[in-house]
């Protein structure tokens, strides 16, 4: 077993189990508790485990990972993914960005782009694009989050649906083996669905960490969408339900 291998085991035993040692991974894996620890340090850095004295547990699936920690978690495979959605959106589209770290680094990959209309409800995303002179960038009314400058909100919501556009590009805070996509808040969610309602084709842009984890909150389903874009090979659940719903899939 690669080391690859151990970490997703890890992952799948800590999820069935909720907790799990540094001694029992350590017996389970047949493997010293050194390389024990450096796995559970590597796999809480990229968020898809809770580090805790002696072991380790699941992530909440009602608090989200701080907003300034979630800008450098998986970075470079995030700006892997952000160049590839680029890619895939053409100039003079017009397009729905919506609230994320991986979403603001697409904002970020589109700046080379023509002509783009963009509708966010994200005031980093317009703050990224705001000096693009070609650009028409829409944003909407609400209430802002002081956390990551997400605005949410009936208002948002009804802000939103006064458009039809190419593209809607989301994120995503975890996404389970029926095919729920899942995040952590209620009024967030509510946009994320006008975006999902008023798009003419949905781009979910998400990093390997989101297959391992379980928020909450229902946002949608794999079926609504037209393409998802990740780093890595999703797991054989998921890859069946892309392919049962048509769903595009593209690997950074």
């Known amino acids: 077993m690669n080391q690859q291998q151990r970490q997703d085991a890890i992952i799948e035993l800590v999820r069935r189990q909720?907790?799990?040692?540094?001694?029992?991974?350590?017996?389970h894996f047949a493997v010293t508790p050194q390389t024990v620890r450096r796995d559970l340090n590597a796999l809480s850095s990229e968020g898809l485990i809770r580090r805790v004295h002696g072991g380790a547990g699941l992530e909440s699936s009602t608090v989200n990972t701080a907003?300034?920690?979630?800008?450098?978690?998986n970075l470079e495979a995030k700006q892997r993914i952000a160049a590839l959605v680029a890619r895939h959106i053409p100039d003079q589209a017009s397009l729905f960005i919506n609230i994320g770290t991986s979403t603001e680094l697409i904002a970020e990959a589109l700046l080379e782009h023509q002509g783009l209309e963009v509708i966010t409800n994200n005031l980093n995303v317009a703050a990224i694009l705001q000096h693009k002179e070609d650009f028409n960038v829409i944003i909407a009314g609400g209430q802002v989050r002081s956390r990551d400058g997400g605005i949410i909100g009936e208002a948002t919501i009804d802000f939103i649906n006064q458009f039809k556009v190419d593209y809607g590009i989301i994120g995503i805070s975890g996404i389970d083996e029926d095919g729920s996509l899942l995040e952590f808040d209620y009024q967030e969610?509510?946009?994320?669905?006008?975006?999902?309602?008023?798009?003419?084709?949905?781009f979910?842009?998400?990093?390997?960490s989101k297959f391992q984890r379980n928020p909450v909150v229902r946002q949608g389903n794999l079926a609504q969408l037209d393409a998802?874009?990740?780093?890595?090979?999703?797991?054989?659940?998921?890859?069946r339900l892309l392919q049962q719903h048509?769903?595009?899939l593209h690997i950074a």
Not at 195 to 201: A, H, T
Not at 204 to 208: E, K, N, R, S, W
């Open 189 to 202: 969610v509510r946009v994320a669905q006008a975006i999902l309602r008023n798009s003419r084709q949905v």
């Open 204 to 208: 979910l842009a998400t990093d390997h």
């Open 228 to 239: 998802l874009f990740t780093d890595r090979r999703p797991p054989e659940a998921i890859l």
């Open 246 to 248: 048509d769903v595009a």
């Open 18 to 27: 909720g907790y799990a040692s540094i001694e029992q991974l350590t017996e």
């Open 67 to 73: 907003y300034a920690t979630r800008k450098t978690l």
